[in-house]
């Protein structure tokens, strides 16, 4: 792959999926898309690289998106997520969705499920959302990784990865060396293709937001293009949950951080948006 090949492939990869690749990684491109161009019967990342160029089939091109993506994910993944839900957002709905009791969840890049499935768990085991509707939906760009999420079908690794036991036991059954989770917690996740890159305002709106884990793929101003489509996907009174390494700081003015707890923000209204100089007013600022 020349230095020109792999510059193709860093423009492609963030027009496509945002994936922002430093110089440093073309150990990752090689290791990553070799077997890729093996199963299409292509000869080397040469040429790869000039199939795409040419741009027309469409299973190449997903297949080198699917295939740099990382998915990692894991049960009740750094856990202080899923202890805001349970002892702030929960509380809050509570007594804000009364009337409607649900909640709109929104798991926007949950890779292999654990995430949408930590919060399936997570709320049958609350008492006080007994008679409430949770309406979880999950979305990622890889449709494989989402495949495996909607089949629930976890190996030993991976359970044994965040899920305490007495969880294991009770919401999965086990088949040879692989775990199935229950169907009545996989049916409370919807799933759905869904590049961040692109506009996302059919999906509705949402109480809560995870978006973990993804935006640290994307370089700075898409991150800060994401975060403010999010903000608009968020009820007023809504949250966001960033990953343990993610934050608005210093990308985007939407959202204001909730005190004492990190990674948990709330959306603030366009007309709250401090004006970036004296004198300009921001966008959707009533005068
Ligand atoms: C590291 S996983 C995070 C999974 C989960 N949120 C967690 O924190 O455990 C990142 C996921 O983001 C997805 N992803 C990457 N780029 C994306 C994009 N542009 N739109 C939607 N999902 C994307 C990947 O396919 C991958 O499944």
Redesign the pocket.
């Known amino acids: 792959m020349t230095p020109q090949e792999y510059d193709y492939l860093r423009d492609f990869l963030r027009g496509?999926?945002?994936?922002d690749l430093s110089d440093d990684k073309r150990y990752l491109v090689e290791a990553r898309l070799g077997p890729v161009a093996r199963r299409a019967g292509i000869a080397d990342l040469s040429a790869l690289i000039g199939a795409l160029k040419l741009g027309g089939d469409m299973k190449l091109r997903t297949s080198v998106?699917?295939a740099m993506?990382?998915?990692?994910?894991?049960f009740f993944?750094?856990r202080t997520p899923f202890d805001h839900f349970k002892d702030v957002i929960v509380p809050h709905m509570l007594q804000k969705r009364a009337t409607k009791r649900g909640i709109k969840v929104w798991?926007?890049?949950?890779?292999?499920g654990?995430?949408p499935y930590s919060l399936a768990i997570s709320s049958r085991e609350d008492s006080r959302l007994n008679a409430w509707h949770l309406d979880i939906l999950a979305?990622?760009?890889?449709e494989t990784?989402m495949d495996r999420g909607k089949a629930g079908i976890y190996s030993q690794f991976e359970v044994q990865r965040g899920l305490p036991i007495q969880l294991l036991v009770k919401y999965f059954t086990q088949q040879g060396d692989m775990w199935e989770l229950d169907p009545s917690i996989r049916r409370m996740v919807r799933w759905q293709k869904?590049?961040?890159?692109?506009n996302f305002t059919a999906l509705g709106r949402f109480d809560v937001v995870?978006?973990?884990?993804?935006l640290?793929?994307?370089d700075r101003p898409t991150k800060t293009e994401?975060l403010s489509r999010i903000a608009d996907a968020l009820e007023p009174d809504g949250y966001l949950i960033l990953?343990a390494a993610e934050t608005v700081v210093g990308l985007s003015d939407r959202f204001e951080a909730q005190p004492n707890c990190r990674g948990l923000y709330r959306p603030l209204p366009k007309s709250a948006v401090v004006p970036a100089m004296p004198g300009l007013r921001a966008v959707g600022q009533v005068a």
Do not use: H, K, M, P
């Open positions: 496509q999926s945002g994936l998106v699917e993506t990382t998915n990692e994910s894991s993944r750094d798991c926007a890049a949950a890779s292999t654990q995430e979305t990622d760009i890889a990784v869904q590049n961040l890159l692109a995870f978006c973990r884990n993804v640290i793929y994307f994401v990953g």
